[in-house]
């Protein structure tokens, strides 16, 4: 499996923007691109998933450039709800199973 | 709400105990996986069922640890004799098998946080 990194942490404020860009240079051409999000206590929740270009659904946006080593997540006008730990994963989805490897994750702390 | 689910949420157990938690999958999916998650780090993966069969097992999964899933519906993990190192919180995800985006995306269920004292 691909192995990704992504900054340990982010900081921001209420209604900005928050793109956090996870790397994975050994992407193989199998490989999806998929989000989760984290809050303390809970489970991981999926968020969204690519394969290239941009995906958009309700919560984010995901652009994947050409080349596909890397990824950004995109939260439009985020609130204090979504201070959490985000992971970015790759995997091959035409394998049988999908193996999910989560690295540390991005922890995104939104002020007011 | 037809999540995955898992009990109990908190087990508190002494040391040298056995403790089963139960993992019930969304309806119409096919494989069940069990993590397990410890402060700080993301969820490392310990096993996976396709159906009633168990197809994997991390080195992770030492032999106190079992994992059943008869009818291929619900699932349970068992862990015997706990030891202090097992604390953790034990994390249950289903997918549904297929391929392309959107198939075989795994959804997590909140998790058992497991204390051995």
């Known amino acids: 499996l691909a192995k990704t990194t992504q900054p340990i942490s982010m900081d921001s404020y209420e209604g900005q923007e928050v793109n956090i860009t996870c790397s994975h240079n050994?992407?193989?051409?199998?490989?999806?691109i998929t989000w989760y999000q984290q809050f303390p206590s809970q489970g991981p929740r999926f968020i969204i998933q690519?394969?290239?270009t941009k995906v958009t659904n309700e919560v984010a946006s995901l652009f994947i450039p050409a080349d596909r080593k890397s990824s950004t997540l995109s939260l439009p006008r985020v609130s204090l709800s979504d201070t959490a730990v985000y992971y970015c994963l790759v995997g091959d989805m035409n394998t049988g199973f999908q193996k999910l490897v989560f690295g540390t994750g991005t922890r995104l702390l939104v002020s007011p | 709400d037809t999540g995955v689910s898992q009990n109990p949420r908190h087990k508190i157990t002494k040391r040298g105990q056995n403790v089963t938690f139960r993992c019930d999958p969304i309806?119409?999916?096919?494989?069940l996986y069990w993590y397990r998650q410890t402060l700080g780090q993301g969820p490392e993966f310990l096993t996976y069922?396709?159906?009633?069969?168990?197809?994997?097992k991390s080195r992770l999964l030492s032999d106190r640890f079992s994992a059943e899933r008869p009818k291929g519906s619900f699932s349970t993990l068992e862990i015997q004799r706990t030891e202090q190192g097992d604390s953790a919180m034990y994390l249950c995800?289903?997918?549904?098998?297929?391929?392309?985006?959107?198939?075989?995306?795994?959804?997590f269920g909140p998790g058992t946080r497991l204390t051995v004292l």
């Open positions: 995800a289903s997918s549904r098998s297929g391929t392309g985006v959107g198939t075989d995306t795994q959804y």
């Open positions: 309806s119409e999916h096919n494989r």
């Open positions: 069922f396709q159906n009633e069969a168990q197809l994997e």
């Open positions: 050994n992407i193989a051409t199998n490989d999806y």
């Open positions: 690519g394969y290239k």
